[in-house]
């Protein structure tokens, strides 16, 4: 029961992406200063960078660097107490 309510929240969690994809693909580039992206990985800052305030994309662009540098942290902890006791 539990990896179906699971699957529900990811289905759910994954609507935004698929809605700023959906912008990203029908906008018209040039009327917002912006140029097509290319790459598809390039559409969510392109979008947060171009049709949305500028507060919004930075909150937006910084929890993106924060979720890219998530998974660094605990082994990055993990390798400081590692060495920690040869140091001291």
């Avoid at 909150?59 to 140091?87: F, K, N, R």
């Amino acid at each position: 029961m539990v990896f179906i309510i699971a699957g529900f929240i990811c289905i759910i969690a994954a609507i935004p992406a698929v809605m700023i994809g959906v912008i990203g693909t029908n906008i018209d580039w040039s009327t917002i200063g912006g140029v097509t992206p290319n790459d598809p990985a390039m559409v969510l800052p392109e979008v947060l960078r171009f049709s949305t305030p500028e507060w919004i994309a930075t909150l937006g662009l910084g929890a993106l660097a924060a979720l890219l540098c998530l998974p660094w942290v605990p082994s990055s902890i993990d390798v400081s107490m590692e060495y920690l006791p040869t140091v001291f």
